[in-house]
């Protein structure tokens, strides 16, 4: 990771450089392109998307999410922890999952307000390019491999609640912050 994410801080801004779209806006459901070059203009999306994710009380932000089709994303699952470094994930491409699948509560920065159980694999491989454009992959489980899951869906046009089962009450719940049933796109069993 280049030396300017350590200069990040997770401090809650005022006014953060980008604005989060919310649930019923078409950028959400627009599939983010590929990154083919990593330049200061892409680190410092990135920099601006942990900026706007702190601000916003978040532990992951895709590009989509700020209204830009790119596949970057920004994790920080540790945004307490002063010297947790954040990580910034270009191109992520899940390459496997597995362990058992676990029912857990999520939220959204895109539906303020709105918790709700998704079922997701509790382990995640995952290839990307870091800030520097160089390869990584990572295998982990439980809280980050979630995020990365929910992140990843972000780059795909979906939206958590489009996992969400118990649609009864996911209804009662969207309508109590303002937000409409009809936006969300249920998945296939």
Same mark, same amino acid.
Request: with cysteine; hydrophobic share 40%; charged share 25%.
């Given at each position: ?35 083919? &070059? ?143 049933? &009809? ?7």
């Amino acid at each position: 990771m280049i030396t300017t994410l350590a200069t990040v801080s997770k401090e809650k801004l005022k006014s953060p450089p980008l604005k989060v779209h919310t649930l019923g806006d078409r950028d959400l459901r627009q599939p983010a392109k590929r990154v083919s &070059k990593i330049t200061d203009e892409i680190r410092q999306l990135a920099i601006d998307m942990l900026k706007t994710m702190y601000s916003c009380d978040g532990i992951g932000l895709a590009a989509p999410q700020v209204g830009i089709a790119k596949q970057i994303i920004v994790i920080d699952i540790h945004p307490d922890q002063p010297d947790a470094a954040p990580m910034v994930m270009i191109n992520p491409e899940v390459k496997a999952t597995g362990g058992s699948l676990v029912n857990g509560e999520e939220g959204c920065l895109s539906i303020p307000n709105v918790f709700m159980d998704v079922v997701r694999p509790n382990e995640v491989t995952v290839s990307y390019r870091d800030l520097e454009g160089k390869p990584q992959k990572l295998t982990t489980s439980d809280l980050l491999a979630r995020v990365i899951l929910h992140e990843v869906d972000h780059l795909n046009g979906v939206v958590f609640v489009d996992r969400v089962k118990n649609q009864a009450a996911l209804g009662q719940e969207l309508s109590k912050r303002g937000f409409k049933i &009809k936006d969300v796109q249920p998945l296939p069993a």
